[in-house]
């Protein structure tokens, strides 16, 4: 036998081995400014990666980097499905959660996708936690990018531990031993209808939606509602302990609204008529200076990052609130929620 196939021989006697990758070294971590830790970007290390299985088996690296950094910011995985996207959301937190008391428009795309709020395009939507004027509100909020806006459009995303160190220490005392107060009215020809919020038209099924839930209710004039709800707006977070800043004080504040409309509602409707408002927790009136204050902590710790086809932001809602920049052009941003929080709930 030949030098050559005894090699041959002895190369084929040995059993191939399969490679295994682990799922660390298929993604790669980095932000996108330097000493920027909001979000951490996850960008695949090689081509090809399929985003829904590599999520199932980093479940626990994608919930442990959510904890520390408050946001992730999924990049260059194609995604570019509503399923795809579906299933991604799913394999990292299996059960996607309906749209209740509802306080903005959107569309159900299927079930568990909306399509983001549908404000005009010209204006923009002030930071804030989702849901964090009811009882229970998700954990996790997901944005995927169909369609990046042609100018604008930025979800710009804030750490709510930082706004709380930037709030004078007055401030923290005040909502901390206040609470905040959200009022709304239905029905005035402004904002969501009642059955749109609530999504029925049984008035007994709001009443008892709204006595479970501990919100203060009114009927008037038929068929108008006014509800009052009172809330904290420094929370600690359930798995880190940590205080944050968690609210829509100053979203749903009058003040917050463009000048020309707020004159325009202002002469309308009496101040406790108008579609939201903002209180603290015994009523009484919020100062300007303190809604301004709240504001420039925001501004002064918000991160805004361009969209880019098939980007997907998830964010502890808790940790981080976010905003929508106006824009121009063609925008497409579908949004999931998951994993139910009810502190108030014993």
Not at 43 to 67: C, D, F, H, M, Y
Not at 185 to 191: A, E, H, I, S
Not at 199 to 214: F, N
């Amino acid at each position: 036998m030949s030098t050559d196939s005894a090699a041959l021989k002895k190369f084929k006697a040995v059993s191939r081995k399969p490679l295994h990758l682990s799922h660390e070294s298929l993604v790669r971590n980095r932000y996108l400014q330097p000493e920027q830790t909001l979000p951490l970007v996850m960008e695949p290390e090689v081509e090809g990666i399929n985003l829904v299985a590599w999520s199932r088996e980093a479940r626990s690296t994608i919930e442990e980097q959510l904890l520390k950094h408050g946001a992730i910011l999924f990049r260059g995985f194609n995604l570019d499905t509503v399923s795809g996207f579906e299933q991604f959301v799913r394999a990292v937190s299996e059960t996607l959660l309906p749209y209740g008391e509802r306080s903005s428009p959107r569309t159900e795309i299927k079930k568990g996708v909306f399509t983001s709020t549908e404000h005009p395009a010209d204006e923009s939507i002030h930071f804030h936690n989702e849901q964090s004027y009811t009882r229970s509100w998700p954990m996790k909020l997901w944005f995927f990018c169909m369609t990046p806006a042609a100018k604008g459009g930025a979800t710009p995303i804030a750490d709510g531990r930082k706004v709380l160190e930037l709030l004078a220490p007055e401030i923290r005392e005040k909502f901390a031993e206040k609470g905040v107060r959200y009022v709304r009215n239905y029905g005035y020809g402004m904002g969501l209808s009642w059955q749109t919020a609530f999504q029925t038209t049984d008035r007994e099924e709001v009443e008892a939606y709204c006595r479970k839930a501990s919100i203060e209710y009114e009927w008037s004039n038929g068929d108008k509602l006014r509800t009052s709800q009172h809330y904290e707006a420094i929370v600690p977070h359930p798995k880190t302990g940590e205080a944050v800043w968690f609210e829509h004080t100053a979203f749903f504040h009058i003040t917050s609204v463009e000048p020309v409309l707020r004159k325009s509602l202002l002469a309308e409707f009496n101040e406790e008529h108008l579609p939201f408002n903002t209180y603290y927790g015994d009523r009484s009136s919020i100062e300007d200076s303190v809604l301004d204050s709240i504001r420039a902590a925001y501004k002064r710790v918000g991160v805004r990052f361009p969209w880019q086809k098939g980007d997907v932001l998830l964010i502890d809602n808790m940790l981080v609130s976010h905003s929508r920049e106006a824009y121009e052009g063609e925008r497409r941003i579908l949004v999931a929620m998951t994993e139910l929080y009810s502190p108030y709930r014993s």
